[in-house]
T-cell receptor
């Protein structure tokens, strides 16, 4: 089974801090994604990557950046955390370029105070 | 960005009841998907639909791809406690990114 591991289950940060959310997948998938999940809004795509050192903006990239130095690892960076970035963050990977089957991590609940 | 209209937002049901939820869009999709998110976990793919009119089952779950390609439906028969969670519909856009509904939260009354 594919395993997508997110480094933290819960994270509490202060406004203005730099925050790193780490994600690792163990099935050699090319494609990786970062979503945020907010009640009533579903999942919104922040960034995605189809290859090492490659990144593409999703629907809500503002305030975020990403890094993919190795195929299995995709990091989400909040350069200066703000309270409106309090959310559940989900990492996912997929094998197929058509992306209909995503494998998700368990999520990181980030609270920015 | 575009979002699908998913309803109902939440459902309180008795164990053993059947459940129906649906998803509509102003755009046509060629692929509809249904995911389930258990409490404390990420979403998991339940059913994928690739053809208008298609009816696909996965155990007690049955999903349909609407004829207009603008909607999809999910039914759960004889609900059990492990059915609780959030069900998401998603359409696969022309850029191969998923467009998600807001989710239907299923709660089973004790």
């Amino acid at each position: 089974d594919v395993k997508v591991t997110q480094s933290s289950r819960y994270l509490v940060k202060r406004t203005g801090e730099k925050v790193f959310l780490e994600c690792v997948q163990d099935m050699d998938h090319e494609n990786m994604f970062w979503y945020r999940q907010d009640p009533g809004l579903g999942l919104r795509l922040i960034y995605f990557s189809y290859d090492v050192k490659m990144k593409e903006k999703g629907d809500i990239p503002e305030g975020y950046s990403v890094s993919r130095e190795k195929k299995e690892r995709f990091s989400l960076i909040l350069e200066s955390a703000s309270t409106n970035q309090t959310s559940m963050y989900l990492c996912a990977s997929s094998l197929s370029r058509t992306n209909e089957k995503l494998f998700f991590g368990s999520g990181t609940q980030l609270s920015v105070l | 960005g575009q979002q699908l209209n998913q309803s109902p937002q939440s459902m309180f049901i008795q164990e053993g009841e059947d459940v129906s939820m649906n998803c509509t869009s102003s755009s046509i999709f060629n692929t509809w998907l249904w995911y389930k998110q258990d409490p404390g976990e990420g979403p998991v793919l339940l059913i994928a639909l690739y053809k208008a009119g298609e009816l696909t089952s996965n155990g007690r779950l049955t999903a349909q791809f609407g004829i207009t390609r603008k909607d999809s439906f999910l039914n759960i028969s004889a609900s059990i406690p492990s059915d609780v969670g959030i069900y998401f519909c998603a359409g696969l856009g022309s850029n191969y990114q998923l467009i998600w509904g807001a989710g239907t939260k299923l709660i089973i009354k004790p």
